[in-house]
């Protein structure tokens, strides 16, 4: 039972104190009555609001998920990068994850299996290849051959058969994609059942070529097939240009096409040090410097030396880059319709190591989005007029879930508060609610605060602002196969 909570649900537009009663997984009753029940939560003061679903969230380890609770992610799911093999990152998660779970297929992935024969382990991040990959360029700077194209185009098939959340094309990091290649392999999404297609956009520039012109070639992508599509961090790849690009997805809808645009509330994005999109030039595209990137196992500003060194000796390592005018991330996080996606990456430590579950929280480096993404939300909803907690709340829950809901059974009975609705909740002091994490070494991953309670499939995973360990309700989240594979 969750009592005498402000209970917000961005679908009916319910904002009132009322019970919650859970059973069995889902949510049974949300009434004014008097309800009894085995185990209480006290939600007096708080708001009590569907679990935030991040479609975004790269951090795909034990550590990134912990962080990710206390910020009230209860479905932590990428589908930019995506996984391949799909079967290997679904079964390593499956009764071991402490939030639900899924990901779209790997387009770049399976590139980088068939043009140079690396196995991504599942989950390219996390999975213990990216180094290597980052080391063999074919995949990332030529076009397919023909035969090279079939044999994607069987292993993008083979895992969304496998349940795959659509078709991830993060192309800005292998810009020697032919655009036919991503055309074929997306007409794949059409045979099942019109799967989403989601992009981090082909360029990251103010100049020719844009962001902007990378969002049209997607955007053409899915008009000609009709798919839905997720543009992830539109502002980042936009910069100057994203209310541009934003007047360019509301046009897009208003004539019947499904395009979400996704932001994180920061001015700095992160990445891999041997991004496309930090190669000669850079300067000119994104008007940074070599002292804008930071290099993630120091935390430590670049200068020309270390950046082309590390670019040469660990193009996978992690980087942090500030190149997003403010003006331009509070347009896209405020601007109707649009989503959060955390773009979480994975924390490590000053080694480059990934993180054990009981790692302190100041042990970690990395960019303090994986940390303090909604929170920082939830909090700019209380400080700024242009952003209604509602209005924030159906950002980081119900519009996520909407997007997917016509392909993803599951969608249909989360991001929302209603009796038959599965019990993901988020408990929060709308009042105290704030994200914690920062840009100094020690303070990148500290936890979000005022998220007393975490519930996933009615289980309290976060009490009393602490994650309960060794307690595993998430649940994999996949499409419904429509089509199988020849």
Same mark, same amino acid.
């Given at each position: 039972?969750?009592?005498?909570?402000?209970? @917000?649900?961005?679908?009916?537009?319910?904002?009132?104190?009322?019970?919650?009663?859970?059973?069995?997984?889902?949510?049974?009753?949300?009434?004014?009555?008097?309800?009894?029940?085995? $185990?209480?939560?006290?939600?007096?003061?708080?708001?009590?609001?569907?679990?935030?679903?991040?479609?975004?969230?790269?951090?795909?380890?034990? *550590?990134?998920?912990?962080?990710?609770?206390?910020?009230?992610?209860? =479905?932590?799911?990428?589908?930019?990068?995506?996984?391949?093999?799909?079967?290997? *990152?679904? +079964?390593?998660? $499956?009764?071991?994850?402490?939030?639900? *779970?899924?990901?779209?297929?790997?387009?770049?992935?399976?590139?980088? @299996?068939?043009?140079? !024969?690396?196995?991504?382990?599942?989950? /390219?991040?996390?999975?213990?290849?990216?180094?290597?990959?980052?080391?063999?360029?074919?995949?990332?700077?030529?076009? =397919?051959?023909?035969?090279?194209?079939?044999?994607?185009?069987?292993?993008?098939?083979?895992?969304? +058969?496998?349940?795959?959340?659509?078709?991830?094309?993060? &192309?800005?990091? %292998?810009?020697?994609?032919?655009?036919?290649?991503?055309?074929?392999?997306?007409?794949?999404?059409?045979?099942?059942?019109?799967?989403? #297609?989601?992009?981090?956009?082909? %360029?990251?520039?103010?100049?020719?070529?844009?962001?902007?012109?990378?969002?049209?070639?997607?955007?053409?992508? +899915?008009?000609?097939?009709?798919?839905?599509?997720?543009?992830?961090?539109?502002?980042?790849?936009?910069?100057?240009?994203?209310?541009?690009?934003?007047?360019?997805?509301?046009?897009?809808?208003?004539?019947?096409?499904?395009?979400?645009?996704?932001?994180?509330?920061?001015?700095?994005?992160? =990445?891999?040090?041997?991004?496309?999109?930090?190669?000669?030039?850079?300067?000119?595209?994104?008007?940074?410097?070599?002292?804008?990137?930071?290099?993630?196992?120091?935390?430590?500003?670049?200068?020309?030396?270390?950046?082309?060194?590390?670019?040469?000796? $660990?193009?996978?390592?992690? @980087? #942090?880059?500030?190149?997003?005018?403010?003006?331009? @991330?509070?347009?896209?996080?405020?601007?109707?319709?649009?989503?959060?996606? =955390?773009?979480?990456?994975?924390?490590?430590?000053?080694?480059?190591?990934? /993180?054990?579950?009981?790692?302190?929280?100041?042990?970690?480096?990395?960019?303090?989005?994986?940390?303090?993404?909604?929170?920082?939300?939830?909090?700019?909803?209380? $400080?700024?007029?242009?952003?209604?907690?509602?209005?924030?709340?159906?950002?980081?829950? %119900?519009?996520?879930?909407?997007? /997917?809901?016509?392909?993803?059974?599951?969608?249909?009975?989360?991001?929302?508060?209603?009796?038959?609705?599965?019990?993901?909740?988020? #408990?929060?002091?709308?009042?105290?609610?704030?994200?914690?994490?920062?840009?100094?070494?020690?303070?990148?991953?500290?936890?979000?605060?005022?998220?007393?309670? &975490?519930? &996933?499939?009615?289980?309290? &995973?976060?009490?009393? +602002?602490?994650?309960?360990?060794?307690?595993?309700? !998430?649940?994999?989240?996949?499409?419904?196969?429509? *089509?199988?594979?020849?």
């Amino acid at each position: 039972m969750i009592l005498n909570g402000r209970v @917000m649900d961005p679908e009916s537009g319910l904002d009132a104190v009322r019970n919650v009663g859970v059973r069995d997984g889902k949510i049974e009753t949300i009434t004014q009555q008097v309800i009894q029940g085995d $185990e209480v939560i006290d939600a007096s003061g708080h708001v009590v609001a569907p679990g935030f679903i991040d479609l975004h969230c790269h951090g795909q380890d034990p *550590y990134s998920i912990r962080i990710s609770l206390r910020d009230g992610v209860t =479905s932590a799911l990428d589908l930019e990068g995506g996984a391949w093999p799909v079967d290997q *990152y679904y +079964a390593e998660r $499956e009764d071991k994850w402490q939030a639900n *779970y899924g990901a779209s297929v790997a387009h770049v992935s399976t590139r980088i @299996m068939v043009m140079n !024969g690396i196995n991504s382990n599942g989950h /390219l991040l996390t999975g213990g290849r990216l180094g290597e990959a980052g080391r063999s360029p074919n995949w990332s700077m030529k076009h =397919s051959t023909p035969q090279q194209l079939k044999q994607i185009i069987r292993l993008v098939d083979e895992g969304l +058969a496998q349940g795959a959340i659509g078709i991830g094309f993060p &192309v800005g990091y %292998y810009t020697g994609v032919g655009g036919p290649e991503i055309f074929e392999v997306a007409k794949l999404a059409v045979k099942y059942g019109g799967m989403p #297609i989601t992009t981090h956009v082909r %360029y990251l520039s103010v100049i020719n070529p844009t962001g902007y012109l990378g969002i049209e070639e997607m955007l053409a992508v +899915a008009t000609a097939l009709d798919l839905p599509l997720l543009v992830h961090h539109l502002h980042s790849n936009a910069m100057a240009l994203t209310p541009d690009a934003l007047a360019l997805v509301d046009a897009a809808n208003a004539v019947g096409n499904k395009v979400l645009a996704e932001a994180y509330p920061y001015t700095r994005g992160s =990445s891999i040090i041997g991004a496309r999109y930090l190669d000669s030039g850079f300067q000119q595209r994104t008007g940074m410097d070599y002292s804008d990137i930071t290099w993630v196992k120091t935390m430590q500003p670049e200068n020309q030396a270390s950046f082309e060194m590390h670019r040469q000796d $660990e193009p996978g390592g992690l @980087m #942090i880059m500030n190149h997003i005018p403010e003006q331009d @991330m509070l347009a896209a996080i405020t601007h109707p319709g649009s989503i959060i996606g =955390s773009d979480g990456m994975p924390f490590i430590d000053s080694e480059g190591n990934m /993180l054990d579950w009981n790692t302190p929280f100041e042990q970690a480096n990395g960019h303090p989005r994986g940390a303090g993404t909604h929170a920082k939300v939830l909090r700019m909803a209380r $400080e700024r007029e242009d952003l209604t907690l509602m209005g924030a709340i159906a950002k980081m829950s %119900y519009l996520p879930a909407r997007f /997917l809901e016509d392909v993803v059974p599951d969608m249909k009975v989360r991001g929302r508060l209603r009796p038959g609705a599965i019990a993901d909740i988020t #408990i929060f002091d709308p009042v105290t609610v704030t994200d914690k994490a920062g840009w100094d070494k020690g303070a990148n991953s500290l936890p979000s605060t005022g998220i007393p309670f &975490v519930v &996933v499939n009615g289980t309290v &995973v976060v009490k009393n +602002a602490r994650v309960q360990k060794d307690t595993f309700p !998430g649940q994999a989240i996949r499409n419904a196969v429509r *089509y199988q594979p020849n």
